[in-house]
């Protein structure tokens, strides 16, 4: 009966990875460019500090563009990856970013990224520096972002819990302002292993994680989304224009406000066979302290076409990798 559930549990998962592949044949695809929630939800995907150094490629699918418990109206994306990671733990990164429904210049985004991570028995940690590329045009909540500095630290404790905390620096694109995230994080994992045969392993964990930290990437994304869309227009002229940006004002002073964003559940799954490693990961947002309702026709028009903060906010990510 045990081995029933662990055949079930592979291959549902096989399932969704076979589709989110199927669906990279088609074109306009595209995936979540920080790869903040798998980075968050699980931090060593390769089962152990790396006996020498690999090469891995991959692809990876993204159902809902949630950032922070911020959501845009991009559909479900694809982004593949390549990386290279030496024996020493130092690795780099690139990966490209399709919005499946664009069919003008689809490519949305172009990420390239280098860290290191030390993977021990139970201490891990690590520092990245992320470098974003994203379209003009582009209307990605995370779009304001020019490059990311990023710190981990975890700490297993007695294989019950593991504590952790992240944290980020991001800086603006455009001259906007900068903002400062921290993530602390509790999470629990157990594996099965010889599924199918010999050194073959299933690693689920159960998470719970807070986001804090400014907004001002909202900010950005407020004044690139409005570019776009009053392109060529003139929605407000003459005093119109200064009581709009005195309302504009007015979100950009909250946006700066240090506030706890959200708070997320997850549950991922990686499961490795031989050289290939498939992963699962759904997760719950719930979002806090977004954008006040608007009171009056120039807040209607900032916030128009935004999608108003849920209760909460289900997405999930997966995704086949191959490691050589």
């Not at 989110?20 to 500090?49: C, N």
């Not at 409005?226 to 002073?253: H, M, W």
Request: hydrophobic share 35%; proline share 3%.
């Amino acid at each position: 009966m045990k081995t029933f559930y662990k055949l079930l549990i592979v291959c549902a998962l096989g399932v969704l990875t076979l589709k989110s592949s199927a669906q990279s044949d088609s074109l306009y695809k595209k995936t979540d460019t920080l790869h903040a929630k798998v980075d968050t939800a699980i931090k060593k995907p390769e089962l152990g500090q790396p006996r020498k150094a690999y090469f891995k490629v991959g692809v990876s699918y993204l159902s809902n563009d949630v950032y922070l418990g911020r959501v845009d109206t991009i559909s479900p994306t694809i982004t593949d990856t390549i990386s290279y990671t030496l024996k020493c733990g130092i690795y780099f990164m690139g990966s490209l970013d399709y919005i499946t429904t664009k069919k003008v210049k689809p490519l949305d985004a172009i990420n390239l990224e280098t860290g290191y991570n030390y993977i021990g028995d139970e201490l891990e940690f690590g520092f990245s520096y992320t470098k974003l590329f994203f379209n003009k045009t582009s209307t990605e909540v995370a779009s304001a972002i020019s490059s990311i500095v990023n710190t981990h630290i975890s700490y297993d404790i007695g294989n019950i819990f593991t504590p952790a905390i992240d944290a980020s620096y991001n800086i603006a694109d455009r001259g906007g302002k900068n903002d400062i995230v921290f993530n602390p994080s509790i999470s629990h994992e157990f594996s099965i292993g010889n599924i199918f045969g010999h050194g073959d392993e299933m690693r689920i964990g159960l998470g719970a994680a807070m986001n804090a930290g400014t907004q001002n990437f909202f900010d950005g994304y407020l004044v690139r989304k409005t570019a776009v869309e009053f392109k060529g227009s003139k929605k407000f002229v003459n005093q119109e224009l200064i009581k709009y940006n005195q309302n504009l004002k007015g979100y950009q002073d909250q946006l700066s406000e240090f506030k706890v964003l959200d708070y997320e559940l997850s549950a991922p799954i990686v499961y490795r066979y031989g050289h290939f490693i498939f992963t699962f990961i759904p997760t719950y947002a719930f979002p806090r302290n977004g954008l006040t309702a608007p009171e009056n026709i120039y807040q209607t028009a900032i916030q128009e076409g935004i999608p108003k903060l849920k209760s909460n906010e289900f997405n999930f990510s997966t995704g086949i990798a191959f490691r050589f």
